[in-house]
């Protein structure tokens, strides 16, 4: 018998053999991690995240903007769903899951905080996404990271330092 099975960890063939669902699940490193359904506020601003950033990419193929759930492969065993995420260099294949490293990863917070805060740091760093975006509809905010490392926490204007000519207003998000 696996060593994983015994545990109850889930192989990345057994995940990938899960059916297609439009429910978050994420698989890292063997456990399947599958949250609540976020609020609406969540749902609200991760739309308005992507309208943004989806607005801003138009003018500049072949960037591709991912929404969740779709699965990115960071690494074997590692399989999220960002909220939103971005490719420079657009997608490389149609099949799933994708298997490039995000430029730009967002996550909206919600209902468990710390997953996004510390896990989801913690993976995209190692995996070598170049920035992450912490949004906060509570706090009205934005925590910009590299690495393990907070850039700057603004509640005004969101700037990328990987797409220097993405902005984002953060008014235009928590209207």
């Known amino acids: 018998m696996d060593s994983a099975a015994q545990y109850g960890l889930v192989s990345e063939q057994d995940f990938l053999a899960l059916p297609e669902s439009n429910q978050h699940v994420e698989l890292l490193d063997g456990e399947v991690y599958m949250p609540p359904a976020p609020s609406p506020m969540h749902q609200t601003v991760v739309g308005r995240v992507f309208r943004e950033i989806s607005t801003w990419a138009d003018a500049r193929a072949p960037i591709f903007v991912g929404l969740a759930p779709l699965d990115v492969r960071l ?13 420079r260099n657009g997608l490389t294949s149609l099949d799933g899951p994708i298997g490039q490293i995000p430029d730009l990863v967002v996550e909206v917070l919600s209902h468990n905080r710390s997953h996004d805060r510390i896990t989801k740091r913690l993976v995209y760093a190692q995996a070598g ?15 910009l990271c590299s690495g393990l490392h907070t850039i700057e926490v603004t509640r005004e204007r969101a700037l990328s330092r990987v797409f220097p000519d993405l902005a984002i207003d953060l008014s235009q998000l928590f209207r």
Not at 129 to 143: F, M, N, T
Request: charged share 25%; hydrophobic share 45%; proline share 14%.
């Open 75 to 87: 690494a074997p065993n590692r399989i999220v769903q960002p909220d939103v995420f971005v490719l």
């Open 129 to 143: 996404v170049p920035e992450y975006w912490i949004v906060d509809p509570a706090d009205r905010s934005v925590e």
